[in-house]
């Protein structure tokens, strides 16, 4: 091999160890697949005194700047994370010559538009494969072998940490403090697990998707985000009891009118019978709905250290391969540029479960409060009330497909009847036969 392509780090935690690992263990395989030997030549760190097993002391520096700003660096890894100093590092790498892979969906999300303007600015790469998914190919596949269609939506589970947060709860009953603490020792965590269980991470993957399938600029700010925080094992209960399974979903669709999309993010009802409901622990699975391929399944393991290392070093191997061509591979397009839309737009349906007065009347005011916004049941099942000596019933009604603005309306107007004494529960449902 003639050739060296000398690549820097940023980062040495949870994805950086195992990259630069891998990189060493693995390095003829990957240098003749690269075409030129791939050298590591520093790895960034925080703290130079922590043990680093699998990082050989003489690559650690403190100083990220003068690394990606060395005049022989070719290629940055950046697995550091947060928005800064990230985002001046890449822009300096770029600005370098440099191309960069990177797995930081934080800072792609934010400012994915600006970073891609560097980077072809300076004829280099931009690679994120890692960002969003885990080991899962899927950013490659949508921006190139799904570029020949058009994709209407993207359906999935992109968050490892909290879906094995859910799958414990499901299906062993475990608390949830426990088994968060338990997803940030395997390494599912980010350094904040707040960005994990309030769907901030989930956002950014939504977003980075959203951009590719529909080439359009899509950002963080664009995503409606709700997490997982704020649901309770009552919630998990009744959904098993009546088949289904809760899931922390991010959706991206075209609105049925064409006008533009909608992003969202939160969690959802899924029937047993799924193919995402079987998705497990911190795997990851990902729908694309296109025109002519159809539905499309994307699944695997969606964080760790190791998972993520693989997809980081495809990018390099593909970075290296195009620093050797002599131009940049292919960037993403938003030439479409559609119009992100707000969550009222959406098309879902609900699951809504009340605490109602069991007295005349009172389910055809529940069912009047869906019918003035044009809400159509798809069933109510009633329990508890006089037959068995409470003055009290609990309903639980399911809608058809609605749009979301109409059936928040619902559940307002149903806060006001008089025949309502609580809300007890709203949750979407996606995944059905017309959802
Ligand atoms: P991590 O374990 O916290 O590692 C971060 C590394 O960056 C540490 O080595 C840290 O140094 C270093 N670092 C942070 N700020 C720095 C600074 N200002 N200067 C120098 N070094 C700095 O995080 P991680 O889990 O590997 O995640 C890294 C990135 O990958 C994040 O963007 C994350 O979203 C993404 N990602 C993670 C996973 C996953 O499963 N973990 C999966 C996909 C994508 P010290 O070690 O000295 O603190
Ligand atoms: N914290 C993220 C997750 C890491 O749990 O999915 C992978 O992006």
């Not at 003829?28 to 130079?48: C, F, K, M, P, Y």
């Not at 499901?170 to 338990?182: K, M, T, W």
């Amino acid at each position: 091999m003639t050739q060296t392509i000398k690549v820097a780090l940023l980062g040495g935690g949870t994805v950086g160890s195992q990259v630069v690992r891998l990189l060493i263990e693995n390095v003829q395989d990957l240098s003749a697949r690269a075409g030129a030997t791939l050298e590591v030549v520093g790895v960034a760190v925080r703290d130079l005194r922590r043990e680093r097993p699998g990082i050989p002391t003489r690559l650690l520096t403190d100083d990220p700047m003068a690394l990606v700003t060395r005049p022989d660096v070719d290629l940055v890894i950046e697995v550091m994370g947060g928005i800064e100093p990230a985002r001046e590092l890449i822009l300096a790498a770029l600005d370098n010559g440099a191309s960069v892979v990177s797995a930081n969906k934080a800072l792609i999300a934010e400012d994915g538009a600006v970073l891609h303007a560097a980077a072809e600015r300076n004829s280099v790469d931009l690679y994120y494969e890692a960002a969003v998914a885990g080991a899962i190919p899927l950013l490659r596949p949508l921006r190139e072998s799904l570029a020949g269609d058009r994709v209407r939506r993207v359906l999935g589970i992109v968050n490892g940490t909290t879906n094995y947060i859910l799958t414990k709860m499901d299906e062993d009953g475990a608390d949830y403090a426990e088994v968060l603490a338990e997803a940030q020792r395997l390494g599912y965590a980010e350094a904040d697990p707040t960005a994990d269980v309030e769907g901030h991470d989930a956002a950014a993957k939504a977003a980075i998707l959203a951009g590719l399938a529909f080439h359009s600029p899509v950002s963080m700010s664009d995503v409606s985000c709700e997490g997982i925080s704020g649901l309770t094992a009552a919630d998990i209960t009744a959904a098993r009891d009546s088949g289904f399974v809760v899931k922390l979903l991010a959706v991206a669709e075209l609105t049925d009118a064409g006008d533009g999309v909608v992003v969202r993010v939160h969690p959802a009802m899924v029937p047993r019978s799924h193919p995402l409901a079987s998705v497990r622990d911190a795997y990851n699975a990902v729908f694309v709905e296109a025109e002519s391929a159809g539905q499309v399944m994307f699944y695997g393991r969606g964080a760790g250290g190791e998972p993520t290392a693989s997809a980081v070093l495809g990018d390099v191997v593909a970075a290296a391969r195009n620093k050797l061509a002599g131009r940049p591979g292919h960037a993403h397009s938003v030439y479409a540029d559609l119009k992100v839309l707000p969550l009222g737009r959406a098309t879902t349906r609900y699951s809504v479960s009340l605490l109602v007065l069991d007295r005349p009347g009172a389910l055809a005011a529940v069912a009047a409060a869906f019918a003035e916004q044009g809400v159509s049941l798809q069933s109510v099942r009633q329990e508890g009330g006089l037959e068995s000596g409470e003055q009290d019933a609990s309903l639980l009604v399911r809608t058809h497909a609605a749009a979301e603005s109409s059936l928040q309306q619902t559940v307002e107007r149903l806060r006001e009847l008089a025949e309502v004494k609580q809300v007890v529960a709203v949750m979407r449902v996606e995944g059905g036969p017309d959802a």
